[in-house]
């Protein structure tokens, strides 16, 4: 039986990358938390659509900039992010396959083919790959190398979830211990999740297209 640990994900990683793995993820909170608040702010006129598709680009392309600088520095590949020709064939087929459903699904409820392609291309190559690429590609590896299997799984749903209570506090009003409670909760559900579809074969595609289908159909 596969385990939730293969070696080929943590290769190259030391446990210096941890510490700084989780400076870049306090770091990510900070800039999460302004980021928000400043768009929400002084771009409420702008129409909603727009403004999630700029968002999630600015947001997202700044986070993986800084990814990438860090493994420049570190002397590191994108195999250590996961990005591996192991099981990309797979994902890929998979990947269109699950595509395919969900797009029929939106198209015989009626949704346009606009609406759909922009909620496909947000959700997935904003979104899911974004996401994914940092926590399970990026932090979960660097974090399960220097503060062990369960406390770096762990910390990595802590962590997912804790960056998405912005959104509730400062968007939708939200209690700060009610939204930091939930959303930890569902942070370390999901991140378990995906880390185990990741894991299936050691490429990070399949849960980058899997995340973005989820909020896609959700």
């Excluded at 999460?32 to 400043?38: D, E, G, H, K």
């Excluded at 579809?197 to 297209?209: A, H």
Aim: hydrophobic share 55%.
């Amino acid at each position: 039986m596969r385990t939730i640990f293969p070696n080929e994900i943590f290769k190259d990683i030391r446990k210096k990358d941890g510490y700084i793995a989780l400076v870049f993820a306090l770091g990510y909170i900070v800039f999460t938390c302004i980021y928000i608040n400043v768009f929400n702010k002084y771009f409420t006129n702008v129409d909603i659509e727009l403004r999630r598709l700029l968002t999630g680009i600015c947001f997202y392309m700044f986070s993986l900039i800084v990814i990438f600088i860090i493994l420049k520095i570190r002397k590191q590949n994108l195999t250590t992010i996961g990005f591996r020709r192991s099981g990309l064939a797979l994902s890929i087929g998979l990947g269109i396959a699950l595509s395919t459903i969900v797009v029929i699904i939106h198209l015989l409820n009626g949704r346009s083919v606009d609406i759909i392609l922009y909620n496909y291309i947000f959700y997935v190559f904003i979104i899911g790959f974004g996401e994914e690429i940092v926590f399970r590609g990026f932090l979960w590896p660097r974090l399960v190398v220097t503060f062990g299997k369960a406390n770096g799984t762990i910390l990595t749903g802590v962590l997912f979830g804790v960056i998405h209570a912005p959104v509730k506090i400062i968007m939708n009003g939200s209690p700060l211990a009610q939204a930091v409670f939930n959303e930890i909760g569902g942070g370390i559900i999901g991140s378990l999740f995906f880390i185990f579809i990741y894991t299936r074969n050691n490429n990070i595609v399949l849960p980058s297209i899997l995340h973005g289908l989820l909020d896609f159909f959700a």
